[in-house]
C-alpha cells in the first residue's frame, strides 16, 4: 500500500500553502529564478522557464526560450555588472497548478564606471509542468509617473 503524504502550512494573510512529497514550490521557484537571474547565464534560468513562457517589458513583447534568451542577453551586455532583486512579493493567487505573485523588482548597475539604479512593478504567473513549477508569464512595467 502506497501512502502519500500533503502537508499544508499558513501562509501570508491566513492564506494556506500545498506541498507535496519533494516538489518545489512556486515561491521556492521564483527564489531561484531571482538568484540565478544575477548569474547573467541564461543556461541558469531555461529549468525555471516554460518553453511557451511569454515575458512583457517596456521595450517589446517575447515569446518562447528563443527570444527570451536574447532579450537578457542583450540586457547582460548592455549593463555587464547589474545587480536585480524583488521586494514586496504579494501571491494573489494560487492553486495546485497555477500561482501568480506581483513584486517590486529593483535594479543596480555600472555603465561606463557611473553607478546607475532603477526600479518597476511585476507580475509573474507560474504554471505546475510535469510535477515543476515554471515561469510561464513575466510582465515588468516601469513605477507610473506622479
Known sequence: M???????FPRKRGTWSYYRGQQMLPEETLKQYEAKI???DFDELVPLISPNAIFWFNDGSFCGLKQIRQAFEETWQKF???NYWLENLEWVAQSRDCAGCTYHFRWKAVLNGSALEGGGRGTTILRREANVW???HEHLSQFPKQ
Open 80 to 82: 555587464p555588472l547589474e
Open 2 to 8: 502506497a501512502w502519500e503524504v500533503a502537508i499544508f
Open 134 to 136: 515554471k515561469i510561464i
Open 38 to 40: 544575477n548569474m547573467h
